[in-house]
């Protein structure tokens, strides 16, 4: 079956890179809130991934296009800068090591410009390359890697059928950044429901703090038609929190966090409070402004639910 591009999704940083499909779907495909859950792996051919570097290169220098290479690829290198390069899809990093050296030496090559390559990650795509194998990638410009922790609590690791532990998940951030790729990872309020919320926020700002990343966005949980969990909500099995215990998760994860420097924000689409800061710094403040929030518990103050996404 011939290679079918993937819709564009990135982190809300990504939103000006070139987005250049190493795969499409995801390799841990079984987390139960996901939409991907079930979603199988494809590998876009190596060739393929450098022959559209090739066009992109023809393009942006001669303003050529070759025929049979998608009008898309034209539609994103037209409003692109060249300095930052987007590996799709929801875990690039899985596509086999020696391809990807090659890939990356490749786009190094053809697109000098680029300063920066960012993909998702697994935890297991991490811990199966080497200390050595990471270094070369970072030396090959990829800066960043986006990693969903998503809890750091082993109960709703265990119950979301992530695959991993939060051990193995604080192992692959810091690997990671031993390599000098800088992790931005996200977490999501209320996957503990609202038997597990405690737990979930208090082991989840345990587990970031170990993980020390350099970016946290925190996402708030939308159960997604099609998945296990949207199942449960329906049958009971699993309960939703109301908007300010979310917002009470939140509190608790950035009061209990301790970050040498990081950027904590709950921009996304799905919360219902926008959040910038970097903690330490604005910590207190911002622990100060969220309790009073939710302490007036008036909802004029939240998104409302039509605005909100995944
Ligand atoms: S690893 Fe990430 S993208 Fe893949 S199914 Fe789990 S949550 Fe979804």
């Known amino acids: 079956m011939p290679f079918q591009r993937p819709e564009i999704v990135r982190p809300p940083s990504e939103a000006n890179s070139y987005f250049l499909p190493l795969t ?48 898309i690829v034209y539609a994103i290198a037209s409003r692109w800068d060249g300095e930052r390069v987007f590996l799709q899809d929801s875990d690039a990093l899985v596509y086999p090591y020696a391809d990807l050296v090659g890939i990356m030496e490749h786009l190094r090559n053809k697109l000098p410009s680029v300063k920066r390559v960012a993909a998702y990650a697994t935890t297991q795509d991490i811990l199966r390359l080497s200390a050595a194998e990471l270094r070369r990638l970072r030396e090959l410009n990829l800066g960043i890697l986006y990693l969903g922790l998503e809890s750091g609590d082993n109960a709703v690791l265990q119950h979301i059928c992530k695959g991993v532990t939060a051990a193995q998940e604080i192992e692959a951030a810091q690997r990671a950044k031993a390599a000098g790729i800088l992790t931005s990872v996200t977490v ?109 518990g008036d909802p004029a103050l939240l998104r409302p639910e039509f605005l909100r996404g995944l």
């Not at 859950?37 to 051919?45: D, F, N, S, T």
Request: hydrophobic share 40%; aromatic share 8%; net charge negative.
């Open 188 to 296: 999501i309020l209320g996957l503990g429901g609202k038997a597990g919320s405690k737990q979930h926020a208090l082991e989840t700002a345990k587990v970031l703090s170990a993980m020390d990343p350099d970016y946290v966005g925190a996402l708030t949980l939308t159960l997604v038609p099609g998945t296990p969990l949207y199942d449960e909500g329906k049958k009971g099995e699993f309960q939703m929190l109301t908007p300010f215990e979310s917002l009470g998760e939140l509190l608790v994860m950035i009061k209990n966090s301790h970050f040498t420097h990081c950027f904590f924000s709950s921009m996304h689409a799905s919360n219902y409070v926008s959040v910038r800061a970097n903690l330490p710094e604005d910590k207190d403040e911002i622990v100060r402004q969220l309790s009073d929030f939710t302490k007036k």
């Open 24 to 71: 499409a779907g995801c390799s841990n495909n079984a987390c139960t809130f996901c939409g991907n859950y079930g979603a199988k792996l494809h590998i876009h051919e190596a060739d393929e991934v450098k022959k559209e570097i090739d066009a992109v290169a023809l393009y942006l220098s001669q303003n050529l296009a070759v025929t049979g290479v998608p009008r």
